[in-house]
């Protein structure tokens, strides 16, 4: 009787038990129940990991992790007004550092050909910018000043032993060719008809804005070179001196066209002649409507019309607090990886930041956790604020990239 009634409930048990394993669980039960590596076909519990060690540790309260984040945006707010020569700089340092690693943060060995690119990405930055700065440095200091002081002494000519640029030398060649050619000609023989020549030399210096002490002297030594007597010498440097002077006068008030080369050949009141063309454009400037300025207006008013735009309000925002992509994304990723999850807006606040599945966090780890502070600003500052009712205080930027902060003064 007990040994009919033990197998009977033997049986009750097996039926039982069939019954509670449905058909679609005992198919998962027939799947391989361990993987030992990933291998992105199959579900795989590596990613979800967490070092036990963890549990217990002291989270970072969100006034210390405030405070941390202030500090470092207000560093690379300083950073951001270096100029990008020494941005450059410090990347081409950081790559050679990284090339000379032979493991990772990972523990995995580095590549022969990852160390090639970075070496050679490096080196291209690296020459960059010294190609840039050493010009500057060699300026600052006058050791390029001195090397090229015979380059300048070839390229200058000089006036009254006052040197002059290469650009006004080459004008004033041209000029003392077209000179030159009226005195070996020998076309005029009094001061009517030397002015009628030498007028348009003297209109070519007031608009091509040569400086004024130089055309004076250029002037001098024009009429010295003639063979005139010294009175009319003296009448002749004088009447071209007054046209100068009115025809300069003339390009600063409205930068108006000036008389051709016949115009001034007609002239024969000279002085007289050219100031009342003078008036009429002063005339004209002040008689004229302020049309010029509306465009203007008009586009000030483009410029101070409301921005609707998200994405040009997050830029504005960032431009605002003086960010530049290239210095953020140095400094949180940089100093994220070599300082084991500190910068110094954390250190000083005695913070860190650390792996949910305990391993270091290595430059690319740090460079996916900083681009989570663009989802926190898109999220409306949102992703930010959830560490307040977060269970483990993680922001969107931690869910990104699997991270916590912890209190280190706790421990």
Known sequence: MNKSSAIGAESELVTDNNKQIPESDSKVLEQ????????????TPFAFEIDKSLFGLSLASPWRRACALTIDVFLIAIL????????????????????????????????????????????????????TILPWVFDKFGVSSTASEPDKKDSLISINEQAIDLDTSVELAVLSAHYGKLISNEQCSDTTCWYSNLAPLVTKLSTEKTRSDVAVEFIDLMVDGLELADGEQSALRKQLMNHYHSQLLNVEINGAQLPSKDTNRRDNGFVSNAVPAKKDNVNKTETSPANPTEPTSAANKEENKPVYSIIAWVKGIINDLGLGFGWAALYFTVFTALWHGQTPGKRLFK???LQLDGSPLSLWDSFGRYGGYGAGIATGLLGFIQIFWDANRQAIHDKISSTVVINKSSH
Do not use: C, H, W
Not at 92 to 113: D, H, Q
């Open 32 to 43: 391989p129940s361990r993987v030992d590596q990933e291998n992105q076909k199959i579900l």
């Open 80 to 131: 951001s007004d270096a100029p990008g020569e020494l941005l450059a700089l410090v990347l081409a340092i950081t790559l050679f550092k990284l090339a000379s690693r032979k493991y990772n943060a990972k523990g995995n060995r580095v590549s022969r050909g990852l160390k090639t690119l970075l070496n050679f990405v490096a080196a291209v930055m690296l020459f960059v910018a010294l190609s």
């Open 351 to 353: 913070i860190r930041v």
